[in-house]
């Protein structure tokens, strides 16, 4: 067996419920949850057990919420004597990533994220923005209409590149609906409209991306304890600042989710654990390459399932 990564998914991930069964049973996925709600002076643990979903999915509930999941399932894995050579997490999921890997603390990491989401929330008004995903077109081909569209006055970039033939793009509504017509007539696939509340991962974000500095000013972040692969380069960070400064980057710059798995099975990983709800990202990673580990633990079942097959292969 090669070497290990842990994967963390990001906003979008979230179901009412999730952890509950965990938290149920184990002390310390419980305690996890209680630390959140400790933190952020909320009730965080009612909104995921008992939703409704609506509220679960706002941004400034579905961040910390992710995170305090992930961080609760880790916790449980610890005693399992799993371990991770390597870290990463889809937008939101770095910040799960930075905890497992120790640069972060979970307290003042379910702080910071609770706060990125409110100033994301603010940073563009309601309708203004949006996001769409693009199937079946290359990079190159995606960046050029993208290119054209904004030298017309309207914002849209590359923002998600997921793996081969997904790439989500955001900007300004029109701008991403011009986008996704020039993109159908120059031969993309399907171009799907994505329901979120803003255009995350564009320039559009640097206002949110200015204010969210002072936050992490507030927060001590260490030298990471393995490395964690960083959505804007795709490459290896340790150093506490230059994680600071590439979380804040990250707010306005493309997740490069494709080539940050590509890095990781160059460095010698062969198997993912996704750590929260749902198989996102086992799916993305799968069509990076499908001869790759995968598993997804996100609730108790998956959690011994995954155990006793890694046990069996350590």
């Not at 990533?97 to 379910?110: M, P, Q, S, T, Y």
């Not at 340790?238 to 400064?245: P, S, Y």
Request: with cysteine.
């Amino acid at each position: 067996m090669g070497k290990i990564a842990f994967i963390f998914p990001g906003q979008g991930s979230q179901t009412v419920g999730m952890g509950q069964d965990l938290a149920n049973k184990f002390e310390k996925a419980a305690q996890i949850f209680r630390q959140a709600d400790e933190r952020l002076g909320i009730s965080l643990s009612e909104i995921i057990f008992k939703g409704p979903q609506e509220k679960l999915t706002l941004t400034e509930n579905a961040q910390p919420a992710l995170l305090t999941t992930s961080i609760a399932i880790l916790e449980i894995l610890k005693d399992y004597g799993i371990q991770a050579d390597y870290a990463a997490g889809h937008s939101l999921g770095e910040y799960s990533a930075l905890v497992a890997a120790g640069a972060i603390d979970f307290e003042d990491g379910v702080f910071a994220v609770r706060k990125r989401g409110e100033y994301m929330e603010e940073a563009v008004p309601a309708g203004v923005g949006t996001m769409a995903a693009v199937l079946g077109m290359e990079e190159a081909d995606l960046a050029s209409v993208t290119e054209e569209i904004t030298a017309n006055g309207e914002v849209v970039q590359l923002a998600n590149l997921n793996c081969p033939g997904q790439i989500v793009i955001s900007g300004t509504k029109k701008g991403v609906e011009d986008a996704s017509r020039l993109a159908a007539e120059r031969g993309a696939k399907k171009v799907i409209p994505l329901v979120v509340s803003g255009p995350f991962h564009s320039v559009l974000m640097k206002p949110a991306a200015e204010k969210f500095r002072s936050v992490l000013e507030q927060i001590e972040i260490r030298n990471a304890k393995i490395p964690v692969i960083a959505n804007v380069t795709a490459e290896e960070m340790i150093d506490a600042g230059d994680i600071k400064e590439k979380l804040i980057e990250q707010l306005y710059s493309p997740v490069r989710w494709e080539t940050s798995v590509r890095k990781m099975v160059d460095l010698g990983v062969d198997t993912f654990i996704e750590i929260g709800p749902g198989k996102v990202l086992c799916g993305l990673v799968k069509k990076v390459n499908r001869r790759l580990n995968t598993y997804a633990i996100g609730d108790e079942e998956s959690l011994i399932e995954t155990i006793k097959k890694l046990k069996g292969d350590l």
